[in-house]
């Protein structure tokens, strides 16, 4: 069964700290992405990746940052976590180029909060 | 850049009843695809419809794409309680990039 896991199902951070949320896929998918859900507001989008080393910004990447040094993993990093990045967290991943025909297969989601 | 609105934001229905929800975008679509979320949980991938007038069904469930692939439908016939949850429709914007609607909430009425 394919999967894509994230570390953390909850999470409680101090404002000003530095949050790391992890992802793994299994699936030896070439894309990776990190979105927000918030009530009202949907699935936004924070960063993606193309491949390892690379990555692009989404529609929200303000206050974030991310890393892929291997296919497998893909992270977010809060640099100075602030009481508005309090959401629920999703990674996803697709294969590359065929993503559209299998749609995106989602973490479980991580909810952090920031106190 | 592409948008696409997604209505209703919620419905909530006698069990038995039936369930549409509708997506509608200004340009004309490449492809649309539809995610479930269950309460608690994450998106799942649904299905995506690539042609013009397209219709594809799955058991309960079916998925329409308009003749000028500017819109499309979600239909749930005689709704059921594992039916609950969040419908999202996304298009494929550009190089692997997926927009997805605002979703409807489903609630159903046992």
């Known amino acids: 069964d394919v999967k894509v896991t994230q570390s953390s199902r909850y999470l409680v951070k101090r404002t000003g700290e530095k949050v790391f949320l992890e992802c793994v896929q299994d699936m030896d998918h070439e894309n990776m992405f990190w979105y927000r859900q918030d009530p009202g507001l949907g699935l936004r989008l924070i960063y993606f990746s193309y491949d390892v080393k690379m990555k692009e910004k989404g529609d929200i990447p303000e206050g974030y940052s991310v890393s892929r040094e291997k296919k497998e993993r893909f992270s977010l990093i809060l640099e100075s976590a602030s009481t508005n990045q309090t959401s629920m967290y999703l990674c996803a991943s697709s294969l590359k180029d065929r993503g559209f025909d299998y749609g995106y297969t989602f973490g479980s989601g991580t909810r952090l909060t920031v106190v | 850049g592409q948008q696409v609105m997604q209505i209703p934001q919620y419905q909530h229905v006698q069990e038995g009843e039936d369930f549409t929800t509708y997506c509608n975008s200004s340009?004309?679509?490449?492809?649309i695809q539809w995610y479930k979320q269950r309460p608690g949980g994450h998106p799942v991938f649904l299905i995506q419809?690539?042609?013009?007038?397209e219709v594809k069904k799955q058991k309960r469930l079916t998925f329409q794409f308009g003749e000028a692939k500017k819109n499309s439908s979600l239909h749930i016939t005689a709704t059921q309680t594992t039916d609950v949850g969040t419908y999202f429709c996304?298009?494929?914007?550009?190089?692997?990039?997926?927009?997805f609607g605002s979703g409807t909430r489903l609630s159903i009425r046992p």
């Open positions: 419809l690539v042609k013009s007038g």
């Open positions: 996304a298009l494929y914007s550009s190089a692997s990039k997926i927009i």
């Open positions: 340009t004309t679509l490449s492809n």
